[in-house]
């Protein structure tokens, strides 16, 4: 019954598709974000419904939308640049099969990005699109904070709707994602058009927005503890009342600390114990190793190249105190861990280069939404501000949760990236539209007597 109950869904989006072209952007951006294919049984696992949808979105843009407004962008030059060098790496990578994996959904994420900012012409069209990503991603993290709330959670234990531990389902990722989704759900909160303002979606924000403060307790992600921190100093940028503000965040902290689970705040603890937990110490050897093997390898080893990875790493165990504190270490060996980092994911993976060209993608995007909210801060277009800064905030978020997590090449960053590009380039329109004034002849002046 899923299987037929969601190909109907897709029939009918596909029908509404040919008449509104960008409904297929968004039914690839749920369906990316989501994966309800995961949620099925059979027919939709042995299609590739995501390819489908990316593929009418850009044949529906070809044939029946207009492309008047359409421009492309410094940056979707750039990252097609990383689709291309990506693609050669693969081809030279160290495990050919399994480079060729993940590549099947790397180069899907990168090519969407370069061409959503081309349907992003209006107003209406970039707030569809963040309105599609937030909701898409709050039926997990809707569903993530009930479970946490009603159990508690704990570190490996939250089920997110499907027993899989990847892409948004995985804790780390999930618990990110959902921190940066906030900045985004306030905007909608004080500027959304498609959903107006009022009482309803103000409360509704307001219980996203707590359900996604949830997820980083309910799955114990150390990642969403630190992005929760990140979200809070950047709200300092928006408040009016500082002082009251940090006023409540400590009041709510303090208030918060007894209702959270025990498995939560032990996990927490490992921050500062960081030597003892196996955890942090494998993702410091394994960070020390692509280090190393980038020297050797300046252009990075191709997708999965941790794989060849062999590290040794000690864990410090301290028992008791003052004079009879003793300290135990104990000697790991261990093989084909993950980077655990973008950073180093990228350096390991595509080299100096890769990664360079990565932080440059992402650098131009923090300064370019700082130019616009400072340049839009009052006025008519004063939505366009607001909406800059929250895509800055959501993306410094991201970047943050991407130092402790793989998701260097997920598809919700590009998707981010690519409404911020799509911003850029339609306030660069109204802009020269509004600067630009016809000629007119003069009119000559009538002689005196």
Known sequence: MRD???IGFLVALLG?????????????????IVSPQRLTYYLLNAVPISLIAAGLAVLAWAVVDNKADSRFAPRQGLILLLLIYCGITTRTADFPVEAAEKWEWVWKNLAFAVFLPLTLRTKLRIEALLLFMVLSASSIVIVGGIKTLASGGGYGELNLMVSNNSGLYEGSIISAVAISLIPIILWFAKNGTIYEPDWRVKLFCLALVFACLLIPVGTSARTGLLCIGLLAVLMLREVKRRMLYLGGIALLGLVAVPFL??????????????KADESASTRLAVWQWTWDYAKDHPFGGGFEAYRQNRIRYDTVHVAGEGASTTVKRNLTVDKSRAYHSSYFEMLGEQGYFGLALWLLINAIGVIRMEVLRRRYRSGDLAWAGSLAGALQHAQLIYLLGGAFVGIAFQSFLYMLLGAQIGLDTYLKRRASETSWQPMRRQRPVPATA
Do not use: C, H, Q, W
Not at 16 to 32: E, K, N
């Open 261 to 274: 689970p025990s498995a939560f705040s032990e996990r927490m603890g490992t921050i500062k114990t960081y």
């Open 16 to 32: 509404l598709g040919f008449r509104r072209p960008f409904v297929f952007v968004l039914t690839y951006v749920y369906i990316d």
């Open 4 to 6: 037929l109950a969601f």
